[in-house]
C-alpha cells in the first residue's frame, strides 16, 4: 500500500518554503529596526524640575533586547523544520523536539530573563560550593576572595612611597584606595570621571569602581573605597606591565583626588583582606557561608544582591542623587552600592554598571529592605533586578576586587 505522507510529502515542503521564506525577512527585518541602547545619552535635565517619577521612567537596557544569536537560533530551526519535511517519522520527531526545546530556551521569557539565561545560572548554582566554613581556611578576607573569585591572587608592591596590596585576576589587577579621613566634606567621585581619557597612543584598558556602604547603625557617616583595576590586553597582558600600567593610573588619581579635595591612601594587605570581610559581614563569628536560590548567607546575616537596570543612562547630577537616596533607604539594614565604569583604549564613552547588596539579620528583614530599595529605584527612574542563583557573583560585584 502507497505511504499516504508521500503524496503530501511535496505540498508539506512548498508551505514549509514558504513560511520560511516568510520568517526570514520577519527577522531580518527585526534586525534592521533601530534598538534601544542602554548607553544612549539622556540629556540632563534643568535645574529645578524634581526627579523622574516612576511613570515616566525611562526604559531599561538590559536583557530584554532580541539578541543575533537567538535570531540565528530561529533561523537554523525554520531551515531543520523545511529539510524534515517528508523524512521517516522517527527522524521527523527528533528534529521536531529538538526545535521546540531551542525555541522555548530562546524565545520564552521569565522575569525579564530568556529561559536559556536561567538555564545557565541554575548550572553554576548547582555546580559551586554553596556551604562553606571560612574559620576552617584561615584568614576570613583571604578565604572568602578565594571563594568569590578561585583565580585571585594577592601581589605586595611599592607605588609611590606606598605598600600598595594588588588583586591578580585573569581580567586585571587591582589597588584599593580609600578616604584619609572618614569624616570627608567631599563626596565620593564618580567612576566614569576616574578614568583616563580616550588614547588609542596609551592602549590602556582601565576599570574604576567606587563603593559606597552604610551599616545599619544610621548614625555613623557612610564609607567608601575607590577600586583601581588595569585590564589585560593583547598589548598588555604580563604581570609586571599590568602592574606598571595600574601604578601609573593610581598616581593620577590620587593627584586628582588631591586636587578636588578628597585625598586618598592605598591600602595594605591587611587593610584590603579586612575592608573584603567586613563589607561582606563575614566578621565576628560569621565566617559560615551558606548560598540557596534567593539568598546569601553570612552566619545569621541574610544578604540578597541586585543589579540596576538603567543606572547607565542617568546624567551624573541624577546617579549621585540616586546614590545617596538608595543609601539613606532601608533603614536597618546595612547597604553597600557598586559603581563600576570602564574603557578600553579602541572606545570613547565608558561602559557603566552597578549593583547594589541589602544585609539584614534575617530573610524577611532584608524583603522588607528590598522593598523601600524598589520604590527608591522606580522613583530615580531604574529597576532592580534580583540576581537570584547569581548572589555570589552579586556580592563579588560588591567588593573592591575588580568583578562587575
Same mark, same amino acid.
Given at each position: 500500500m502507497a505511504d499516504p505522507l508521500a503524496y503530501a510529502a511535496p505540498a508539506a515542503r512548498a508551505a514549509a518554503r514558504e513560511a520560511a521564506l516568510a520568517a526570514l525577512t520577519a527577522a531580518r527585518q527585526a534586525e534592521q529596526r533601530p534598538r534601544w541602547s542602554a548607553t544612549a545619552h539622556v540629556p540632563a535635565p534643568a535645574p529645578g524640575p524634581p526627579p523622574p517619577s516612576p511613570g515616566r521612567g525611562r526604559r531599561q537596557g538590559r536583557p530584554g533586547g532580541i539578541g543575533?544569536?537567538?535570531?540565528?537560533?530561529?533561523?537554523?530551526?525554520?531551515?531543520?523544520?523545511?529539510l524534515v519535511a517528508g523524512r521517516p517519522w522517527p527522524?521527523?520527531?527528533?528534529?521536531?523536539?529538538?526545535?521546540?526545546?531551542?525555541?522555548?530556551?530562546?524565545?520564552?521569557?521569565?522575569?525579564?530573563?530568556?529561559?536559556?539565561?536561567?538555564?545557565?545560572?541554575?548550572?553554576?548554582?548547582?555546580?559551586?560550593?554553596r556551604d562553606r566554613d571560612l574559620r576552617q581556611a584561615g584568614e576570613a578576607g583571604r578565604a572568602l576572595l578565594g571563594l568569590l573569585s578561585p583565580e585571585a591572587t594577592g601581589i605586595t608592591g611599592e607605588i609611590g612611597d606606598e605598600t600598595v596590596f594588588m588583586v591578580s585576576r585573569a581580567d586585571g589587577i587591582t589597588a584599593v584606595l580609600q578616604p584619609k579621613s572618614a569624616a570627608r566634606e567631599q563626596p565620593m567621585p564618580s567612576p566614569p570621571m576616574l578614568l583616563p581619557p580616550p588614547s588609542r597612543e596609551l592602549a590602556l584598558d582601565v576599570a574604576a569602581q567606587v563603593i559606597h556602604h552604610v551599616g545599619a547603625d544610621r548614625s555613623r557617616p557612610p564609607r567608601g573605597w575607590v577600586a583601581l583595576q588595569a585590564l589585560r590586553t593583547a598589548e598588555v597582558h604580563r604581570d609586571a606591565d599590568v602592574r606598571q600600567a595600574l601604578g601609573n593610573t593610581v598616581r593620577r588619581v590620587r593627584r586628582q583626588l588631591r586636587r578636588d579635595g578628597l585625598p586618598v591612601r592605598a591600602l595594605s594587605e591587611n587593610e584590603v583582606l579586612g575592608t573584603l570581610a567586613s563589607l561582606a559581614h563575614v566578621t565576628a563569628g560569621r565566617a559560615r557561608i551558606r548560598e540557596d536560590w534567593?539568598?546569601?548567607?553570612?552566619?545569621?546575616?541574610?544578604?540578597?544582591?541586585? $543589579? %540596576? @537596570? &538603567?543606572?547607565d543612562a542617568l546624567p551624573p547630577v541624577l546617579a549621585a542623587d540616586l546614590s545617596r537616596r538608595l543609601l539613606a533607604a532601608a533603614p536597618g539594614s546595612a547597604v553597600t552600592l557598586a559603581v563600576t565604569a570602564r574603557r578600553s583604549a579602541a572606545e570613547t564613552e565608558p561602559r557603566v554598571s552597578a549593583a547594589i547588596r541589602v544585609a539584614a539579620a534575617g530573610v524577611q528583614a532584608v524583603d522588607h529592605a528590598v522593598r523601600d530599595l524598589e520604590l527608591a529605584a522606580r522613583?530615580?527612574?531604574?529597576?532592580?533586578? $534580583? %540576581? @537570584? &542563583?547569581r548572589h555570589a557573583k552579586g556580592v563579588a560585584a560588591t567588593l573592591p576586587i575588580g568583578v562587575s
Open positions: 543575533v544569536a537567538q535570531i540565528v537560533c530561529w533561523q537554523l530551526v525554520l531551515v531543520a523544520l523545511v527522524l521527523a520527531a527528533a528534529v521536531v523536539t529538538a526545535a521546540v526545546v531551542v525555541l522555548a530556551l530562546t524565545a520564552v521569557r521569565i522575569r525579564g530573563r530568556w529561559l536559556y539565561a536561567w538555564l545557565g545560572s541554575a548550572s553554576g548554582y548547582l555546580a559551586r560550593d534567593r539568598f546569601w548567607h553570612s552566619g545569621p546575616i541574610s544578604q540578597a544582591t541586585f $543589579r %540596576l @537596570d &538603567g543606572w522613583r530615580g527612574g531604574i529597576t532592580l533586578e $534580583r %540576581l @537570584d &542563583g
